[in-house]
């Protein structure tokens, strides 16, 4: 019996991630949840898998949840606030972690886990691109094992050698090559973007995501943050990895190797595939997701991403390129600027001015690169000065 622990147990990927728990109750126990503030859904899942602990991010909403929990007479203990969170993600009884919360917040619970030696499910991708250097250096000396759920990433693991680990370059790979859907804008006349509304934008044509990843969709933010994090995850720089746009979203990334043989992992758009891979790995579990219907679904497209109307894609690049602080640095502008456009305070093209300038303003600072955790914190809450002047300028 596997204990686990799930940071973000009322997001989509928590959510599904406690459907596979359900599915093997003989494998795998909900031993820790955590939330931010949405008590009431926390404490359904208290009720419904009765895990040891329970924490909101928020204390307030501690608070809230353990009266509720009492109430219902659920012996789950509550904890709160940020500390709480990295303690359970390092919790001598958890086995494994999955890694889900939304954000920069994501980063101390989870660079917590690693330190602790756990098996850690990375879902979020910001932690790597903020501190991959940290997180894989760490991970290394404590033995982590790390195992990408981002679809992208977690069907290159797929691909790669049995005996493969996150944080080694792969041997004999040529490229990897990331999918993109291309979002819901695709194929919207160029000159129509700049009217674009949130709600527009959060309706992606094939997945169901929480909002801020499904504007990074739309933008292509979220294939640029996946780059950096292919290039931490597997230690290949800019020049061997690839983005092809494929709107079918069956295909989840491809491995080309030095003799000209590309892998693909393909499956439905469903995020309990991976999640089952990881939390299995190196077995298989059934996860409730039935294979593609290829007849059915006839043909598969593939077309280069267009960095006009894509932009965001082609300043994660030039991060990459940069590399130093620049990631870090693009994720927190980009967090600033898609939080802004959400509320209405920032149009669509927007969200690329506001990332250009604070990547700017960076590029003319002399600092050298942070390389522990409170450097890396101090560039982040830089950038987000910065970017959050840009968004009222
Ligand atoms: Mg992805």
Known sequence: MQKLVVLGATGTIGRNTLDLVRRHPQRLQAYALSANRDVEALAALCIEFRPRHAVMADVASAEALRARL????????????????????????????????????????????????????????????????????????????????DSEHNAIFQCLPPDSRCGRAPAHVRRLILTA????????????????????????????????????????????????????????????LDVVIHPESAIHSLVEYVDGSMLAQLGHADMRVPIAHALAWPERWESGVGGLDLAALGRFRFEAADLQRFPCLGLARAA???????????????????????EGRLSYPGITEVIDRTLAAAARRTASPAEDLDAILAVDAWARAVAQEAVGA
């Open 70 to 149: 009492a109430a219902a007479g659920v012996p789950t203990t509550v904890h709160g606030g940020g500390a709480a969170l990295a303690a359970i993600a390092a919790d001598a009884e958890a086995d494994q972690v999955m890694s889900a919360i939304v954000g920069a917040v994501g980063l101390l619970p989870t660079l917590a886990a690693v330190r602790a030696g756990k098996r850690v499910l990375i879902a979020n991708k910001e932690p790597l691109v903020m501190a991959g250097r940290l997180l894989m250096r760490e991970a290394e000396a404590a033995g982590a094992t790390l195992i990408p759920i």
């Open 181 to 240: 859907s291309g979002g819901p804008f695709r194929e919207t006349p160029l000159e129509a973007l700049a009217a674009v509304t949130p709600q527009q934008a959060v309706r992606h044509p094939n997945w169901v995501m929480g909002p801020k990843i499904s504007v990074d969709s739309a933008t292509m933010m979220n294939k640029g943050l996946e780059l950096i994090e292919a290039s931490v995850l597997y230690d290949l720089p800019d020049a061997q």
């Open 320 to 342: 990459l390129r940069a590399g130093g602080d620049a990631p870090n640095v693009l994720n927190a502008a980009n967090e600033v600027a898609v939080q802004a456009f959400l």
